[in-house]
């Protein structure tokens, strides 16, 4: 397994968990900043993150792209629409 490969499956691992310690272990650990200033902020960069990764499951990307909408985001980080996004991950789920 290629180091790629071990950041990815504790990327991976950390983000579909939803636990905040697990994921500030996997940022701090990869050197990775976000620009969370508070809890609000940290979730919404999760929550759109976990949107954008392939690897995580439809249903999970539901999940987050769910709580986006009920925190009262409109657009993904690609610019789409998240209510279309929404109805889409329904359809393949």
């Known amino acids: 397994m290629t180091e790629i490969d071990k950041m990815i499956r504790d990327r991976d691992e950390a983000l579909m968990s939803l636990d905040e310690k697990k994921i500030r272990l996997f940022l701090a650990k990869y050197d990775i900043k976000l620009i969370a200033l508070d809890a609000d902020t940290f979730w919404r960069e999760i929550h759109a993150w976990r949107l954008t990764i392939l690897t995580i499951p439809l249903s999970a990307r539901l999940e987050s792209c ?28």
């Open 66 to 93: 769910q709580w986006l909408i009920d925190h009262g985001v409109k657009r993904d980080t690609l610019g789409r629409d998240l209510q279309e996004v929404a109805v889409w991950l329904k359809s393949e789920v």
